[in-house]
């Protein structure tokens, strides 16, 4: 069943209820006032009755004080007519309780009579034949005697009141349901709308699509549900389109290691075959053997490569104080005068932490790759900067550049902007890869700045907390 249903059908029990104790208890509560009312005009009735006796036995005609039973029936039967327009039911007994006079419908049994002493007066409701009397009994002490006078009243009315008062209330509280129920239904839909609105985000999420939010319309607890619940979607989307790039990385980088892989062996394979199928002459021999050789080199370096990119993602380097002297004297005894493009080393004194190798093949793989972007005799820059921050390192050269698209792409494993030169010149596009898993250990990242024809400037900056500048 659903949520608001339940609210509505709680709602309505929970008021059926309320209004059901409620009406009991109110009509019940005048029924209590009326009958109140009833049995004081009773009991006042009996009093002005005994006084009336009282008065009517003194003025009787009596032998030596003595009051005959036909006196008091006399005075019963005066007394009954005195009502202005109604009968009185009255019932006058002697001292043994045997009836003296009755009025002609007073039905009502005498046990009130064993209640009632000399000072106390007793009533009592009762129900004859249908309808309801409110019966008081008192004893009338006149003359030499002591007479029992009971009376009746009629509280029928009272009683048809109270039932015509739950009738009536009754088909009120029925009223009252019908409608507040009709307001029930929209106030219990309306209450939780917030859950439907989540409730079809998540279904909308169940069925992939992440980037769905739920619909925030209250301020109050659902309201921050809402909000919770938006903020860990967008948690959840983050985190799946990470793991998605990642498993595209992956896919990507196992087709391209793959297809690495069969280039160069296809062709060690194909010039092995001729090698033991035919016999070659001698310059033909060396350069089949030749190639085998180059690429099996090729391949080894590319596995020295994979193996150095694995081992850096799982490596946790030990910083250790190091002097960028000893940095760029490295690169200036590699590149310094042989090769074919001039090196031009310019930077300032300090210090680093870091590690010194892993920083070494970084700068190793930028100047080279500058070289190989480079015409021979154009310059390579390698510069080193003390700033704020940290470090700053970078290499640049007026080589072939590359073109903006391809930036991003150039770190990725196995990217080549143009794969025969690469290739050619004995890459496999890990370099980058290395170098911004290295630079990542340092809490570092590589800069690229390039144009096309103008030539590129690889950066990063060991930063602040790693450098101790001199
Ligand atoms: P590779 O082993 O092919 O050098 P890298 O990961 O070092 O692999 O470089 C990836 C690609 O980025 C290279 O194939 C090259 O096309 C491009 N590249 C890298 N450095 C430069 C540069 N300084 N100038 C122009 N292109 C560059």
């Known amino acids: 069943m659903k949520l608001s249903m339940k609210i509505w059908l709680c709602s309505i029990a929970v008021m059926a209820v309320a209004f059901g104790i409620g009406g009991y208890f109110f009509v019940n509560d005048v029924f209590e006032a009326s009958m109140e009312r009833e049995t004081k005009q009773a009991m006042d009735e009996s009093s002005?009755?005994?006084?009336?006796?009282?008065?009517?036995?003194?003025?009787?005609?009596?032998?030596?004080?003595?009051?005959?039973?036909?006196?008091?029936?006399?005075?019963g039967y005066n007394l009954e007519k005195s009502g202005q327009d109604t009968l009185?039911?009255?019932?006058?007994?002697?001292?043994?309780?045997?009836?003296?006079?009755?009025?002609?419908?007073?039905?009502?049994?005498?046990?009130?009579?064993?209640?009632?002493?000399?000072?106390s007066r007793a009533y009592r409701v009762?129900?004859?034949?249908?309808?309801?009397?409110?019966q008081t009994g008192t004893m009338v002490p006149t003359l030499d005697r002591r007479l029992y006078l009971e009376t009746l009243r009629d509280v029928t009315e009272v009683y048809e009141e109270r039932t015509r008062g739950?009738?009536?209330?009754?088909?009120?509280?029925?009223?009252?349901?019908?409608?507040?129920?009709?307001?029930?239904?929209?106030?219990?839909?309306?209450?939780?709308?917030?859950?439907?609105?989540?409730?079809?985000?998540?279904?909308?999420?169940?069925?992939?699509?992440?980037?769905?939010?739920a619909r925030q319309v209250s301020r109050d607890e659902m309201g921050q549900l809402t909000r919770d619940f938006n903020r860990m979607a967008g948690v959840l989307e983050e985190t799946i389109h990470n793991l998605?790039?990642?498993?595209?990385?992956?896919?990507?980088?196992?087709?391209?290691?793959?297809?690495?892989?069969k280039t160069p062996l296809t062709a060690v394979i194909g010039y092995a075959d001729l090698l033991r199928s035919r016999k070659l002459d001698e310059e033909k021999h060396f350069l089949s053997a030749n190639y085998i050789y180059t690429e099996g080199k090729r391949l080894e370096a590319m596995s020295l490569r994979l193996l150095d990119i694995i081992v850096t993602k799982r490596y946790a380097i030990e910083p250790q104080e190091t002097d960028v002297e000893d940095l760029f004297s490295y690169l200036r005894d590699m590149y310094g005068e042989h090769g074919e493009n001039p090196f031009v080393f310019r930077y300032e004194p300090g210090h680093i932490r870091g590690e010194a190798n892993l920083l070494k093949s970084v700068l190793l793989n930028l100047a080279d790759n500058a070289c190989k972007a480079s015409s021979p005799g154009d310059p390579v820059e390698v510069l080193g900067e003390c700033r704020e921050e940290g470090y700053w390192f970078a290499v640049r050269d007026q080589g072939v550049g590359?073109?903006?698209?391809?930036?991003?792409?150039?770190?990725?494993?196995?990217?080549?902007?143009?794969?025969?030169?690469?290739?050619?010149?004995?890459?496999?596009?890990?370099?980058?890869?290395?170098?911004?898993?290295?630079l990542k250990l340092h809490e570092s990242r590589l800069e690229i700045e390039s144009r096309p024809g103008e030539g590129s400037c690889f950066s990063f900056l060991i930063p602040f907390e790693e450098v101790k500048a001199e």
């Open 48 to 75: 002005i009755l005994r006084f009336a006796f009282e008065t009517a036995a003194l003025n009787a005609p009596s032998k030596y004080g003595i009051l005959s039973d036909s006196a008091v029936e006399k005075i």
């Open 88 to 119: 009185r039911h009255l019932r006058l007994s002697d001292e043994e309780r045997q009836v003296l006079y009755a009025s002609g419908d007073f039905g009502a049994d005498g046990d009130l009579l064993l209640d009632v002493g000399e000072e």
């Open 126 to 134: 009762i129900a004859l034949e249908g309808r309801y009397y409110v």
């Open 166 to 213: 739950f009738a009536v209330y009754r088909t009120l509280m029925l009223l009252i349901l019908v409608i507040s129920s009709v307001f029930l239904f929209f106030i219990s839909s309306w209450l939780t709308r917030p859950i439907r609105f989540l409730t079809q985000a998540a279904k909308k999420m169940t069925d992939g699509d992440y980037s769905c939010r």
């Open 244 to 261: 998605e790039e990642e498993v595209r990385a992956r896919e990507d980088f196992i087709a391209a290691f793959s297809h690495e892989l």
């Open 402 to 438: 590359i073109a903006p698209e391809e930036l991003k792409k150039i770190t990725e494993a196995f990217y080549m902007v143009d794969k025969s030169r690469s290739r050619s010149r004995n890459g496999a596009g890990l370099g980058l890869a290395l170098c911004v898993e290295v």
